[in-house]
């Protein structure tokens, strides 16, 4: 099972550089907030690949790997957040 949840974690991660690579390549403010947006999907996707890879390898305490594990969503999401604001800006709210 830890090998199918390595492999899926993986997958997230292929998936937030795909969304990054498939990203329009514009300019100005909008293309800092795409930017920023799927840069917060990538660190997602790398969330879940580092708390199994704490799991599996360095055998971490459940609870500290949850709250790292948070940390790390919060970040991504905080990078969405900022993103999507940078976007609306970009037209004039």
Known sequence: ?????????????????????????????????????????????????VESLMFVYFDTARPFNEVIHRLIVILGFTFVIVGFNRMRGAFGR
């Not at 974690?9 to 969304?19: E, P, R």
């Open 1 to 49: 099972m830890e090998t199918l949840a390595i492999l899926l974690d993986i997958t997230l991660v292929i998936a937030g550089l795909a969304a990054y690579r498939a990203s329009p390549k514009i300019g100005g403010e909008l293309a800092k907030g795409l930017r920023l947006l799927t840069n917060g999907v990538l660190i997602l996707g790398f969330a879940h690949l």
